[in-house]
Protein backbone atom coordinates (compact mmCIF):
# COMPACT_ATOMS: atom_id res chain seq x y z
CA UNK A 1 0.00 0.00 0.00
CA UNK A 2 1.65 3.48 -1.16
CA UNK A 3 -0.40 6.82 -0.23
CA UNK A 4 0.02 9.64 -1.70
CA UNK A 5 1.44 8.29 -4.85
CA UNK A 6 3.19 10.75 -6.98
CA UNK A 7 1.74 10.14 -10.71
CA UNK A 8 0.64 12.15 -13.27
CA UNK A 9 -0.68 15.74 -12.79
CA UNK A 10 -0.43 14.80 -8.63
CA UNK A 11 -0.61 12.59 -6.27
CA UNK A 12 -3.19 9.50 -6.11
CA UNK A 13 -4.66 9.30 -2.66
CA UNK A 14 -3.97 4.93 -2.50
CA UNK A 15 -2.04 2.80 -4.59
CA UNK A 16 -2.42 -0.77 -3.81
CA UNK A 17 0.43 -3.37 -5.51
CA UNK A 18 0.43 -6.81 -5.27
CA UNK A 19 3.32 -8.66 -4.07
CA UNK A 20 5.37 -10.58 -6.71
CA UNK A 21 3.52 -14.15 -4.99
CA UNK A 22 -0.42 -12.26 -6.15
CA UNK A 23 0.71 -10.78 -9.47
CA UNK A 24 -2.77 -12.83 -10.60
CA UNK A 25 -4.26 -9.76 -8.33
CA UNK A 26 -5.38 -6.42 -9.80
CA UNK A 27 -3.42 -3.36 -8.77
CA UNK A 28 -5.78 -0.48 -7.58
CA UNK A 29 -6.09 3.07 -7.60
CA UNK A 30 -8.02 5.03 -5.12
CA UNK A 31 -9.00 8.64 -5.16
CA UNK A 32 -11.13 9.79 -2.14
CA UNK A 33 -13.76 12.58 -2.02
CA UNK A 34 -15.47 14.91 0.67
CA UNK A 35 -19.12 15.93 -0.16
CA UNK A 36 -18.33 15.32 -3.60
CA UNK A 37 -19.02 12.74 -6.19
CA UNK A 38 -17.19 9.13 -6.93
CA UNK A 39 -17.54 9.85 -10.82
CA UNK A 40 -15.55 12.92 -10.09
CA UNK A 41 -12.83 10.46 -8.67
CA UNK A 42 -12.53 8.43 -11.63
CA UNK A 43 -12.13 11.22 -14.12
CA UNK A 44 -9.48 12.76 -11.69
CA UNK A 45 -7.34 9.43 -12.35
CA UNK A 46 -8.17 9.73 -15.59
CA UNK A 47 -7.20 13.22 -16.30
CA UNK A 48 -4.45 13.21 -13.88
CA UNK A 49 -3.31 10.08 -15.31
CA UNK A 50 -2.23 8.33 -11.58
CA UNK A 51 -1.88 5.23 -13.41
CA UNK A 52 1.24 5.98 -15.02
CA UNK A 53 2.69 5.66 -11.77
CA UNK A 54 2.59 1.93 -12.52
CA UNK A 55 4.20 2.30 -15.88
CA UNK A 56 5.94 -1.12 -14.86
CA UNK A 57 3.18 -2.89 -13.93
CA UNK A 58 2.06 -5.21 -16.24
CA UNK A 59 -1.45 -6.90 -14.98
CA UNK A 60 -5.05 -6.01 -14.41
CA UNK A 61 -5.42 -2.32 -12.77
CA UNK A 62 -8.59 -1.13 -10.93
CA UNK A 63 -9.86 2.53 -10.41
CA UNK A 64 -11.44 3.37 -7.37
CA UNK A 65 -13.49 6.22 -6.65
CA UNK A 66 -14.55 6.47 -3.50
CA UNK A 67 -16.83 9.70 -1.82
CA UNK A 68 -18.19 9.86 1.71
CA UNK A 69 -21.30 12.28 2.03
CA UNK A 70 -20.69 14.18 5.74
CA UNK A 71 -24.72 15.07 5.57
CA UNK A 72 -26.19 11.36 5.15
CA UNK A 73 -22.63 10.00 6.01
CA UNK A 74 -22.75 7.70 3.10
CA UNK A 75 -20.40 6.26 1.37
CA UNK A 76 -20.97 5.76 -2.79
CA UNK A 77 -17.99 3.72 -4.45
CA UNK A 78 -17.48 3.37 -8.26
CA UNK A 79 -15.15 0.94 -9.59
CA UNK A 80 -13.73 0.37 -12.78
CA UNK A 81 -11.56 -1.84 -14.36
CA UNK A 82 -8.58 -0.75 -16.82
CA UNK A 83 -6.32 -3.16 -18.56
CA UNK A 84 -2.68 -1.89 -19.50
CA UNK A 85 -0.65 -3.12 -21.62
Same mark, same amino acid.
Given at each position: ? *? ?9 ? +??? !? *? =? ?6 ? =? ?11 ? &?? &? *? ?6 ? @?????? +? @??? /? !?????? /? ?18
Amino acid at each position: M *IRELPSGKGFA +DIC !L *I =PRMLHRDK =PAIVIELKWDKHA &AG &A *IAQIRERQ @YVDALK +D @YHG /N !LLLAGI /NYDKKTKQHTCIIEKMQKD
